[in-house]
């Protein structure tokens, strides 16, 4: 079946970039997804990404996507304090788009 | 997201218990979908419905059972044949043609 991995935790110092990394498996997938969970909430969906294209650009996210390594990456510029938070990359394949999430990554950022 | 709602944010249960989660969507999307959420596990899909009157076993249905009687309602129950119930549980609502999921806030069952 589908797999979609991320490393667990991310340390950045505020006013740096943070990029978060992700891999996935299924080669048919047509969306890739950049969410955002806050403590005890719901998932944000931050941005997103056509499978066709290598990078997408939304104010301080840059998502770029190596679909011949399967391979997407989120990159935060000037990471805030507000950005601490888990970030979950997702693919969506099929009909219906069944949605695939990975484990998420935990970004603490320091002041 | 402002037009799902679940409830209640917090539950506890006691071990034997059956209990139903709502999840409510005034967005019009046909597809629901409920998640649960277990730390370091990522978001595991439960079960999803494409239209009234029809779901599908999600990976891990063991132990749930839904319904879909209105488009706008997706409860889920957690009977007592779910060995581990303790989890944060996240409904989702999609457009039929796919895109992103929009999810609710969330409901926490904890068993006592």
């Known amino acids: 079946g589908e797999d979609v991995e991320q490393s667990l935790f991310l340390s950045v110092r505020e006013g740096d970039s943070s990029v978060i990394n992700c891999t996935y498996t299924d080669s048919s997938s047509t969306y890739l997804y950049w969410y955002k969970q806050e403590p005890g909430a719901g998932l944000q969906l931050l941005t997103y990404i056509f499978s066709n294209m290598d990078m997408k650009q939304d104010q301080r996210l840059t998502v770029l996507l190596n679909k011949k390594d399967k391979h997407l990456s989120l990159r935060i510029a000037d990471t805030q304090t507000g950005d601490s938070a888990i970030y979950f990359c997702?693919?969506?394949?099929?009909?219906?788009?069944?949605?695939?999430f990975g484990t998420g990554t935990k970004l603490q950022v320091i002041p | 997201d402002g037009g799902i709602t679940q409830s209640p944010k917090y539950l506890f249960r006691k071990e034997g218990q059956n209990v139903t989660l709502s999840c409510e969507q005034n967005?019009?999307?046909?597809?629901m979908y409920w998640y649960r959420q277990d730390p370091g596990q990522g978001l595991r899909l439960i079960y999803y419905?494409?239209?009234?009157?029809?779901?599908q076993k999600g990976d891990i249905a063991e132990g749930y059972s839904v319904s879909r009687e209105k488009k706008e309602s997706f409860p889920l129950t957690v009977t007592s044949a779910q060995k581990n119930p303790t989890a944060f549980y996240l409904c989702?609502?999609?457009?039929?043609?796919?895109?992103?999921?929009?999810f609710g806030e969330g409901s926490r069952l904890t068993v006592l």
């Open positions: 997702a693919e969506g394949s099929g009909g219906y788009q069944k949605v695939t």
């Open positions: 967005l019009n999307h046909d597809a």
């Open positions: 989702a609502v999609q457009r039929l043609q796919g895109g992103e999921l929009f």
């Open positions: 419905s494409q239209i009234v009157n029809d779901f």
